[in-house]
C-alpha cells in the first residue's frame, strides 16, 4: 500500500519566493487537501517578510505551507504531521528542492509535539476540516513564546476556543476556508 500512494503522486507548485515555480509531490489517496495557491498567497500576504523566521508546518500533509515559507525566507521549518507516509513525502520534497538542511520533520500528533516547547516564529496549522481537538492544540498554542503568529486554516465556520479569540489578529474567509491569524 506504502508503495502504491509514492507511486500515484500528483504535485503542487510553489508560487513565490526562491522556490517560486518548483513543484513538490502531494499523494492523492491520502485524506489531505493542499492549500489553494489563492489561499496561500493571501496567507503569505498577511504575514508580510518572513525572512530569518523560524516556522513549524502542523499537520503538513506534504509541507506544501512550510516549503513555500522556505520559499520566501524561512531560515527553518519544522515539519509535524502524524503520517509516515507523509513524512516520508516531505522527506522526499525536501530532497529534491535541496533544503533538507533547513527541515527536521518529525512525525508526530501536532499537539503532543508542541507540549515539547519549541523555539518558533510562525505556526502554519492546517488540521482536517473536521479535527476534533482544537481545545487541546490552542492549550498548546497558549504555552508559545509571547509574540509567536498563529496562522490556522479551517474551515469556513471555524470559531476558535473562547481564551484564544482575544489574540485574533485578522481572519479572511475565502471559499469554504478561513484563514485565521492569532498572536500568542
Known amino acids: 500500500v506504502y508503495k502504491r500512494q509514492l507511486v ?3 504535485m503542487v507548485r510553489i508560487i513565490a519566493g526562491s522556490l517560486k ?16 495557491d489563492r489561499v496561500k498567497e493571501t496567507l503569505f500576504a498577511k504575514l508580510g517578510n518572513i525572512k530569518n523566521k523560524r516556522v513549524i508546518d502542523i499537520f503538513a500533509g506534504t509541507g506544501n505551507l512550510g516549503f513555500e515559507a522556505l520559499s520566501r525566507g524561512a531560515e527553518h521549518c519544522i ?33 503532543l509535539f508542541l507540549k515539547n516547547g519549541i523555539n518558533i516564529d510562525i505556526v502554519l496549522a492546517d488540521p482536517p476540516y473536521k479535527y476534533s481537538n482544537f481545545d ?21 465556520n471555524f470559531i ?25
Open 21 to 36: 515555480g518548483r513543484l513538490i509531490k502531494s499523494g492523492r489517496n491520502i485524506s489531505f487537501r493542499p492549500t489553494k
Open 136 to 156: 487541546k492544540l490552542f492549550r498548546e498554542f497558549e504555552k508559545l513564546r509571547k509574540g509567536t503568529i498563529i496562522v490556522l486554516e479551517a474551515s469556513r
Open 79 to 111: 515539519f509535524v504531521d502524524n503520517s509516515k507516509i507523509n513524512t516520508e513525502i516531505i522527506k522526499s520534497n525536501a530532497l529534491s528542492l535541496k533544503v533538507l538542511d533547513k527541515v527536521d520533520i518529525r512525525c508526530s500528533d501536532a499537539a
Open 160 to 184: 476558535p476556543t473562547a481564551s484564544f479569540q482575544e489574540r485574533y489578529i485578522s481572519y479572511k474567509v475565502m471559499g469554504e476556508t478561513s484563514l485565521n491569524f492569532f498572536r500568542v
Open 8 to 10: 500515484s503522486l500528483r
